[in-house]
T-cell receptor
Framework: EPEVTQTPSHQVTQMGQEVILRCVPISNHLYFYWYRQILGQKVEFLVSFYNNEISEKSEIFDDQFSVERPDGSNFTLKIRSTKLEDSAMYFC????????????FGSGTRLTVV | DAKTTQPNSMESNEEEPVHLPCNHSTISGTDYIHWYRQLPSQGPEYVIHGLTSNVNNRMASLAIAEDRKSSTLILHRATLRDAAVYYCILRVPFNAGKSTFGDGTTLTVKP
């Protein structure tokens, strides 16, 4: 069964450093998403991406965050200057359509900011 | 946010059916009902979704009330691998940000 692949599985970074989280969505999917889950808390929506542009973003997704689909296969989330509170599991997801299709999630990247 | 209400936890015995309820009394006519589950230390996993009619797939069945204000996820024979947090989510058209994961129902399956 097709999978969404995320790398790395775990990243440790120093506060203030830039990080790039990588995702390879399922090849025929058109919609891409990033979510995060702080330890012990709910899964939170960050951003959705369609047709090479952001279609929606949450309040969490401020100027420190950006997304890109640089080469038609990878989908990346960049955090420019990490803060301690950015420590969380980050999940990438993709779907064929926006509503009448399920999202396939990756297994996540655990980001630890020290 | 498009709000859903689920019990915090439920228990089931292995190989018995499980009915996981969800209330979504403020659902709009175009909102899809999606169910996901999350096993410990894993990403959410799609289970099933529907709009108005009941749905079946290899994992589960989804029963949607006639007024669409509630739905029930049915696992026909629970296994130990079904122990997870189950989330009922309303997928709002053109507003993924309103389709939020709540606290979900933690399902415990006893052998």
């Amino acid at each position: 069964e097709p999978e969404v692949t995320q790398t790395p599985s775990h990243q440790v970074t120093q506060m203030g450093q830039e990080v790039i989280l990588r995702c390879v969505p399922i090849s025929n999917h058109l919609y891409f998403y990033w979510y995060r889950q702080i330890l012990g808390q709910k899964v939170e929506f960050l951003v959705s991406f369609y047709n090479n542009e952001i279609s929606e973003k949450s309040e969490i997704f401020d100027d420190q965050f950006s997304v890109e689909r640089p080469d038609g296969s990878n989908f990346t989330l960049k955090i420019r200057s990490t803060k301690l509170e950015d420590s969380a599991m980050y999940f990438c997801a993709s779907s064929v359509g926006a509503l009448d299709y399920g999202y396939t999630f990756g297994s996540g990247t655990r980001l630890t900011v020290v | 946010d498009a709000k859903t209400t689920q019990p915090n936890s439920m228990e089931s015995n292995e190989e018995e059916p499980v009915h996981l309820p969800c209330n979504h009394s403020t659902i709009s006519g175009t909102d899809y009902i999606h169910w996901y589950r999350q096993l410990p230390s894993q990403g959410p996993e799609y289970v099933i979704h529907g709009l108005t009619s009941n749905v079946n797939n290899r994992m589960a069945s989804l029963a949607i009330a006639e007024d669409r204000k509630s739905s029930t996820l049915i696992l026909h024979r629970a296994t130990l691998r079904d122990a997870a947090v189950y989330y009922c989510i309303l997928r709002v058209p053109f507003n993924a940000g309103k389709s939020t994961f709540g606290d979900g129902t933690t399902l415990t399956v006893k052998p």
